[in-house]
């Protein structure tokens, strides 16, 4: 349904970082692999947490998981002294100092997220937030459409000429 870089989930990054001006906007699908959530990086804004950004995300370095696992969103406007993830690789080793993440639904089963990223302490506003909330809802409806057209038309994944860019 989704592949890496997904030009419709690149825009919405992009304009959700246009939007509240994080460091990052990263939008992910989840994967269970022997117990661990692991996040597939999607779309993001370039280098979200100043350092190249693996495709697949491991839990220990992220807290979109947590997103997905606790099937929440997540508003932390300080990791470093949220009891959370302060310890985490997260906030140790990627250096995420402030965090959104919203997570996305399918059918009611989270199918992944967006996380807002910020690599220094910030007061996330309600608008901050409420954009988040938007995109989450707006990659939902890329999701529901596609699925929908998939079933429709009987399309195999990777044969729904949205998913391949073309409209």
């Known amino acids: 349904m989704f592949e890496y870089g ?3 989930l690149t825009t919405l990054a992009f304009q959700l970082h246009d939007m509240i001006r994080p460091s990052g906007v990263v939008f992910y699908r989840a994967r269970q692999d022997g117990g661990k959530t692991l996040l597939e990086v999607l779309a993001n804004t ?7 950004l693996e495709r697949i995300l491991m ?11 606790m099937g929440q969103e997540i508003v932390i406007d300080d990791t470093l002294t949220h009891p959370l993830v302060q310890g985490s690789g997260a906030v140790q080793t990627m250096g ?3 965090y959104i993440g919203v997570p996305c639904r399918l059918g009611g089963e989270v199918i992944g997220g967006i996380s807002a990223v910020h ?11 409420d954009a988040a909330r938007w995109a989450a809802r707006a990659y939902e409806v890329i999701a529901e459409g596609r699925l929908a057209r998939q079933a429709k038309k009987g399309w195999p994944e990777r044969d729904d000429p949205e998913t391949n860019g073309s409209e």
């Open 119 to 129: 690599q220094h302490r910030r007061h996330w506003s309600a608008s901050d937030i």
């Open 46 to 52: 370039s280098t979200p947490v100043n350092q190249p």
């Open 59 to 69: 839990p220990d370095n992220t807290i979109g998981h947590l997103v997905v696992e």
């Open 96 to 98: 995420i100092m402030a």
């Open 6 to 8: 997904d030009p419709k």
